[in-house]
């Protein structure tokens, strides 16, 4: 059984269901990647395997643990890491206390964590006393990762970490996400940049109308016509 899976899925915010038996899952040391149309209920699925959404049907399951019926504050404290696509930094707060602020569940010494956050983004800590509303989008999302960093995450889930930032910074940000996955954390991500995203990707899930239209590889899925043609751009 995979690491972290959300089993056919089926629910939505209260009215018609968004996810129609949608299954997503992640290994560990492994990048899993959401991609779809517009609409498609990528972030659903996403808000759904960490309990922001209710369940018709289906399970969530980490590390052979079923964990459906959870909060996401206790998902938290399960060993899922959640970055929200906005709204995923305290703008008058500085880069460290952002930072801090990820530790709150902690009760040891998390110094050797915010290290490790900052030699994997230089930038934070050069502008750690900065607050974090004076930072660019990129840097934003830099401290959105590191902060869910700091909970020391066994699972990692990112949606849409590189809306709205310059392809410079998306590669850059694909390159770290890279380097936390060789840490063996899991790492689910919603993805609007689907090439890129299935380029470092272990595995892909294409969501079309909150089902499931092909799950494979991200090479395997890069390398299917019918795939490339309708949601990649030919």
């Not at 609409?39 to 289906?58: D, N, Q, W, Y």
């Not at 590390?63 to 206790?74: K, V």
Request: proline content about 5%.
């Amino acid at each position: 059984m995979p690491f972290l899976i959300g089993e056919n899925m089926t629910g939505g915010y209260g009215g018609a269901d968004i996810l129609h038996g949608c299954t997503i899952s992640v290994d560990k040391g492994e990048i899993a990647v959401i991609v779809g149309p517009n609409g498609a209920g990528k972030s659903t699925a996403m808000k759904a395997v960490f309990g922001m959404l209710p369940l018709r049907e289906g399970r969530v399951t980490l590390d052979g643990q079923d964990i459906t019926g959870l909060s996401p504050q206790a998902r938290v404290a399960a060993g899922m890491g959640f970055v929200p696509q906005t709204s995923n930094v305290f703008t008058s707060m500085t880069v460290r206390e952002n930072l801090e602020m990820g530790a709150y569940l902690r009760q040891d010494d998390f110094t050797d964590t915010m290290e490790q956050v900052f030699d994997l983004f230089p930038i934070l800590r050069e502008k750690a006393a900065q607050p974090a509303g004076e930072l660019s989008g990129g840097q934003r999302q830099q401290v959105a990762v590191g902060r869910a960093l700091m909970t020391k995450p066994s699972v990692l889930m990112l949606d849409e970490p590189t809306a709205g930032v310059s392809p410079i910074v998306m590669d850059e940000l694909f390159d770290r996400i890279l380097e936390v996955a060789r840490t063996g954390i899991a790492i689910l991500m919603v993805e609007q940049n689907a090439k890129q995203a299935l380029n470092i990707a272990d595995k892909g899930f294409v969501l079309v109308q909150g089902a499931n239209r092909f799950t494979d590889t991200g090479a395997a899925l890069l390398a299917d016509p019918e795939v490339r043609r309708s949601f990649l751009g030919g």
